[in-house]
């Protein structure tokens, strides 16, 4: 077992480990980038640091043969007397100019640029200049704190992280976007810093209970976080570094842990890719299901993905909610979101809704409360059958308002528990796609593809 988690070890590195090309080539566009940015302070007299942040800076990056996308995070360190809003100024003019092949405007606390030059992904960052964590004005002023610890404290294990996240990309929990609501790079970090090598996390989390509190600077760490993983922030310790990680993504870790020492594989780290759906193959897995697909497609072209998923699961909860309460029996959903082309997916049990639905009143030994339901429905039009007593109650059978998904959500969207932006979206227009019209596109077909197989990736 010894020589096989090795033997994998190794393949996986082989792998993911930057060659010495992607590195010159990182090299040579970090400079680019750093001496552009610090041109674009000169011209405008601005007193600022620049410095590279990340992976690419501590050397814990995969390289982008599989990782598709290497990213370079540049810091503009301004001073703490620079208002809020010359540093938002200042830092989107310097990422734009930085951006020779383009950029985008991505939104954390403030505004930030991503940028693209020489193939790389660049994001231009402002911060303020601090000496501790206690002086914190913007949520990325630790960054570079971050940054100090983990170069004084990873020692030589930079490729145990390349592994660590390599294995969480094969299980698909890697990034603390909210889109994943995974581990981000920095937690690897500290989890290899934590327990050593990558083996040796694994080995460490087996006895990991929901709510468990890690921490790197004191042995009892106090845990004032509600989160299913805490791990102590070891430059400020009001942060869980954890947050992003839901009970879902803790528990895919846990048994993905279990499954890979019983049984190690490079499957584990690369799982084969799921191909997407075709119309017969759609068809094929309905028909086995016996289910129903609805999706609610609008657009929400404005919102970047972090602003957008809390919305959109507000919205997909609160729909869900009210078709249960309706009567509707829904197995499961999802939620797609791609470059502001929202899906809220229902997989419906049952597609239609008989027309009629018992509804039970009170005991007709509850005076009160029995002559009112008696009166209200006596001679209604929306009463099938009825009154009448069962088991002691008074008892209609009414005509049921809606029958099916799309009749409900047409009719009510407006009555559902979502947002200002979700529900504007919709007044504007929105479409209801049934079975194989949600094949409308490879990116929803492939978003299907993985929907349907939630298998957990097992080395067994």
């Known amino acids: 077992m010894k020589n096989e988690l090795t033997r994998v070890q190794i393949d996986v590195l082989e792998r993911i480990r930057p060659s010495r090309g992607e590195r010159e080539r990182l090299h040579a566009v970090t400079q680019q980038v750093i001496a552009a940015a610090q041109s674009a302070l000169a011209s405008r007299n601005l007193r600022a640091t620049v410095e590279v942040i990340g992976s690419a800076a501590r050397d814990t990056w995969i390289s982008a043969d599989q990782d598709g996308n290497q990213d370079i995070d540049i810091f503009i360190g ?24 383009g950029y985008t405007i991505g939104f954390a606390e403030h505004p930030y ?7 790389f992904a660049i994001d231009v960052v402002p911060h303020y200049r601090i000496k501790n964590t206690h002086q914190i004005l913007s949520a990325v002023d630790r960054t570079p704190f971050h940054q100090q610890f983990v ?8 490729d145990e992280v390349r592994l660590l996240k390599q294995f969480l990309k094969g299980a698909g929990i890697y990034g603390a976007e909210l ?26 989390i087996q006895d990991w209970k929901v709510g468990t509190c890690i921490s790197l600077t004191s042995a009892h760490a106090r845990n004032s976080f509600a989160s299913p993983l805490v791990v102590i922030d070891p430059v400020d310790t009001n942060r869980n570094v954890a947050a992003a990680v839901s009970l879902d993504s803790f528990s895919i870790f846990l048994d993905s842990a279990r499954s890979f020492l019983e049984s190690p594989c490079i499957e584990c780290f690369f799982p084969q890719p799921i191909p997407p759906l075709d119309v017969s193959a759609f068809r ?18 404005d919102l970047v993905d972090d602003i957008a998923y809390p919305q959109l699961e507000r919205a997909h909860k609160g729909m ?14 999802d939620i797609y979101y791609d470059q502001g082309e929202a899906v809220l997916l229902f997989e419906m049990l049952v597609s239609q809704l008989p027309a009629v639905k018992r509804h039970e009143g009170p005991p007709v030994d509850s005076k009160q409360h029995a002559n009112k ?4 429905y006596v001679n209604n039009p929306v009463v099938l059958s009825g009154p009448y007593i069962g088991d002691g109650r008074y ?66």
């Open 151 to 158: 170069a004084e404290h990873l020692d030589a294990r930079h």
């Open 395 to 460: 008892v209609v059978e009414l005509r049921r308002k809606y029958l099916t998904l799309p009749e409900y959500v047409e009719a009510e969207f407006k009555n559902v528990r979502s947002s200002k932006a979700i529900l504007s979206a919709m007044e504007k227009e929105f479409q209801i796609l049934k079975d194989e019209e949600l094949l409308y596109s490879d990116s929803m077909r492939l978003f299907l593809a993985r929907y349907f197989d939630k298998t957990l990736s097992n080395c067994d």
């Open 373 to 376: 339901f008696k009166k209200k």
């Open 113 to 119: 640029v991503k940028a693209r030059c020489g193939g």
């Open 320 to 333: 869900l909610i009210a078709l249960q309460r309706h009567g509707f029996s829904t197995l499961r959903g």
């Open 284 to 301: 094929a897995i309905v028909k086995k299901r016996k289910t129903t697909v609805f999706g609610v497609k609008f657009d929400l072209p």
């Open 179 to 204: 889109r994943t609501k995974g581990f981000s790079g920095y937690l690897c970090e500290l989890l290899v810093i934590k327990f050593g090598p990558f083996v040796n996390v694994l080995e460490s």
């Open 78 to 101: 301004f001073d703490t007397s620079t208002s809020r809003e010359d540093l938002e100024r200042y830092g989107l003019e310097i990422g734009k100019e930085i951006g020779i092949e």
